[in-house]
């Protein structure tokens, strides 16, 4: 691949191997022209992250060169990234809650007068930094009163106060609405007029159609293509992502659902501040039924996931599986009552990062029959039905023995996910089931999910990405600041641009609308 030393970024030949012996870049070619949105794109484990570390100085590699401006450079840290006019914004927000939008813009390089951080001229700037790139947020509201939308503005403000020219995204619509996308979107390309280059490392291909310049794709660790954005469909995207075709949509037939095995009645659950984060709600999952939760990070999912599942205790209400009043039982007790949860953090909940996959992928039966006798593991067992799960799930790892923590992200969710689902459960709550995780690995999953409906789980899936679960789900709850909002009994009659205003607080149903969702 020629480069144009002219160009504003141009990583040559970049080869980077960790001590085990994991090749993560090979001879990478990545250049950037000037004031375009380029899209990093590949499959987990193409080596996106790692590139983007070496780029931020977070990383050395063991070869390669990287111009900046056409001079060579080498980072020995992110802080001299910074300084040469590189910032990131990452998937989590790294934000002081407590603190205003100003004291987190200017943090770390504070104006000062007689020796006193100078609160006004941090809010002068900052005011005028949003109005250049029409980042319109109060520099004096407190991060913790924000949307998560305004957040990811304040993110961005952060880079731009540092007088960044490159501006890295990584996967910054994942917890967008629609409405939020399309904002962000606006933003980006008057930041682009502007003179700020963009790299926009997303999994969403509809938005780098619809966003971005250029495009480079990663596959194993290589740089594979290169090409204009302009007249390439999703289709071809994927193929070079993959070097394959792919099936990118989901098929189902219609649910036949039955009666409920969750129930949830006027269930309470406070947050850490001691506020209600989930705020009297009710609703019941059918067996042979998907039932999908919209919403904007932070209006209680994650609160409502962590009670059902036993993580949790819950200040008032009443929930219910397989008939079963769960309240005091322990997280195996209601296991036992046929209950399986794909957890929102994989690393926290969902998986031990230092045990080997077989381990993980028996950790919830561990102590059954046939899985231990006389308080030893039934070793050839367990890894029988390991093989069994690496394949029939395609867990791409070199053995059953090698440590989740090795595995990439879409390799261990896929290794949470055939743990959860080879339970055979009768209730399966999915809490973000495809977060972070590639196209290929992330249609797996969803065809997974719907396979287990049709043989009569119910499943509670709950997803930040709306396009997810308007393929997914057979019925809707848009959850707004601890309630439920909305409910569409018939997910079909439902939109991305509909649910986002449910998810925003711009409409909200009528009790009676929302009650049918209890199915009493």
Same mark, same amino acid.
């Given at each position: 691949?020629?480069?144009?030393?002219?160009?504003?970024?141009?990583?040559? @030949?970049?080869?980077?191997?960790?001590?085990?012996?994991?090749?993560?870049?090979?001879?990478?070619?990545?250049?950037?022209?000037?004031?375009?949105?380029?899209?990093?794109?590949?499959?987990?484990?193409?080596?996106?992250?790692?590139?983007?570390?070496?780029?931020?100085?977070?990383?050395?590699?063991?070869? @390669?060169?990287?111009?900046?401006?056409?001079?060579?450079?080498?980072?020995?840290?992110?802080?001299?990234?910074?300084?040469?006019?590189?910032?990131?914004?990452?998937?989590?927000?790294?934000?002081?809650?407590?603190?205003?939008?100003?004291?987190?813009?200017?943090?770390?390089?504070?104006? *000062?007068?007689?020796?006193?951080?100078?609160?006004?001229?941090?809010?002068?700037?900052?005011?005028?930094?949003?109005?250049?790139?029409?980042?319109?947020?109060?520099?004096?509201?407190?991060?913790?009163?924000?949307?998560?939308?305004?957040?990811?503005?304040?993110?961005?403000?952060?880079?731009?106060?540092?007088?960044?020219?490159?501006?890295?995204?990584?996967?910054?619509?994942?917890?967008?609405?629609?409405?939020?996308?399309?904002?962000?979107?606006?933003?980006?390309?008057?930041?682009?007029?502007?003179?700020?280059?963009?790299?926009?490392?997303?999994?969403?291909?509809?938005?780098?159609?619809?966003? *971005?310049?250029?495009?480079?794709?990663?596959?194993?660790?290589?740089?594979?293509?290169?090409?204009?954005?302009?007249?390439?469909?999703?289709?071809?995207?994927?193929?070079?992502?993959? @070097?394959?075709?792919?099936?990118?949509?989901?098929?189902?037939?219609?649910?036949?659902?039955?009666?409920?095995?969750?129930?949830v009645k006027n269930l309470i659950v406070r947050n850490d501040e001691g506020r209600n984060a989930v705020n009297d709600i009710s609703f019941g999952v059918r067996n042979g039924e998907i039932l999908g939760i919209a919403g904007v990070e932070g209006n209680g999912q994650t609160e409502l996931a962590m009670a059902i599942s036993g993580l949790t205790k819950y200040a008032a209400g009443i929930v219910e599986i397989a008939g079963k009043d769960i309240r005091g039982a322990s997280v195996r007790g209601i296991r036992e009552l046929g209950f399986s949860h794909i957890p929102e953090d994989r690393m926290t909940y969902g998986a031990c990062a230092f045990a080997g996959v077989y381990e993980n992928l028996i950790s919830d039966r561990y102590y059954k029959k046939g899985y231990s006798k006389y308080g030893l593991l039934q070793s050839n067992h367990i890894n029988s039905e390991g093989d069994e799960l690496i394949s029939g799930y395609y867990i791409k790892c070199r053995?059953?023995?090698?440590?989740?923590?090795?595995?990439?992200?879409?390799?261990?969710?896929?290794?949470?996910?055939?743990?959860? *689902?080879?339970?055979?459960?009768?209730?399966?709550?999915?809490?973000?089931?495809?977060?972070?995780?590639?196209?290929?690995?992330?249609?797996?999953?969803?065809?997974?999910?719907?396979?287990?409906?049709?043989?009569?789980?119910?499943?509670?899936?709950?997803?930040?990405?709306?396009?997810?679960?308007?393929?997914?789900?057979?019925?809707?709850?848009?959850?707004?600041?601890?309630?439920?909002?909305?409910?569409?009994?018939?997910?079909?009659?439902?939109?991305?641009?509909?649910?986002?205003?449910?998810?925003?607080?711009?409409?909200?149903?009528?009790?009676?609308?929302?009650?049918?969702?209890?199915?009493?």
């Amino acid at each position: 691949m020629v480069f144009e030393l002219t160009s504003i970024l141009a990583m040559q @030949g970049i080869t980077k191997i960790y001590p085990n012996g994991l090749i993560a870049n090979r001879d990478v070619d990545f250049m950037v022209e000037k004031g375009e949105i380029h899209a990093l794109i590949g499959e987990n484990g193409a080596g996106k992250t790692t590139l983007m570390k070496i780029l931020f100085g977070a990383e050395q590699p063991e070869r @390669g060169t990287v111009h900046l401006r056409g001079e060579p450079i080498n980072f020995s840290g992110p802080m001299e990234a910074i300084k040469a006019g590189i910032g990131m914004v990452y998937q989590h927000f790294m934000l002081v809650e407590s603190m205003t939008v100003a004291e987190n813009v200017v943090l770390g390089l504070e104006p *000062c007068k007689w020796g006193l951080i100078n609160i006004e001229e941090a809010q002068r700037r900052t005011l005028e930094i949003s109005k250049q790139y029409n980042l319109n947020v109060d520099p004096k509201a407190r991060i913790m009163d924000l949307s998560i939308g305004q957040k990811q503005k304040v993110e961005i403000l952060k880079v731009l106060y540092r007088k960044a020219e490159i501006l890295i995204l990584d996967e910054p619509t994942a917890v967008l609405t629609p409405q939020e996308t399309r904002e962000l979107f606006v933003q980006l390309k008057e930041m682009k007029e502007k003179g700020i280059t963009v790299i926009f490392i997303s999994h969403k291909l509809k938005e780098i159609v619809e966003l *971005c310049d250029r495009l480079t794709v990663l596959r194993r660790g290589e740089s594979v293509a290169r090409a204009s954005v302009a007249g390439i469909t999703e289709s071809e995207i994927s193929k070079l992502m993959l @070097g394959q075709e792919v099936q990118l949509g989901v098929e189902k037939e219609s649910a036949k659902p039955g009666a409920p095995s969750l129930r949830v009645k006027n269930l309470i659950v406070r947050n850490d501040e001691g506020r209600n984060a989930v705020n009297d709600i009710s609703f019941g999952v059918r067996n042979g039924e998907i039932l999908g939760i919209a919403g904007v990070e932070g209006n209680g999912q994650t609160e409502l996931a962590m009670a059902i599942s036993g993580l949790t205790k819950y200040a008032a209400g009443i929930v219910e599986i397989a008939g079963k009043d769960i309240r005091g039982a322990s997280v195996r007790g209601i296991r036992e009552l046929g209950f399986s949860h794909i957890p929102e953090d994989r690393m926290t909940y969902g998986a031990c990062a230092f045990a080997g996959v077989y381990e993980n992928l028996i950790s919830d039966r561990y102590y059954k029959k046939g899985y231990s006798k006389y308080g030893l593991l039934q070793s050839n067992h367990i890894n029988s039905e390991g093989d069994e799960l690496i394949s029939g799930y395609y867990i791409k790892c070199r053995s059953g023995r090698e440590p989740v923590l090795s595995l990439s992200g879409g390799n261990i969710q896929k290794v949470v996910v055939a743990r959860e *689902c080879s339970a055979v459960p009768g209730v399966l709550l999915a809490n973000q089931p495809t977060r972070g995780i590639d196209v290929m690995a992330a249609g797996f999953v969803r065809r997974k999910l719907i396979a287990m409906r049709d043989t009569g789980a119910a499943i509670l899936l709950i997803s930040a990405d709306i396009d997810e679960v308007l393929e997914v789900s057979d019925s809707i709850i848009v959850m707004q600041n601890g309630k439920i909002a909305a409910y569409f009994s018939d997910a079909t009659q439902a939109t991305a641009e509909i649910l986002g205003e449910y998810m925003l607080g711009l409409k909200t149903q009528t009790t009676e609308e929302i009650r049918r969702v209890f199915h009493e």
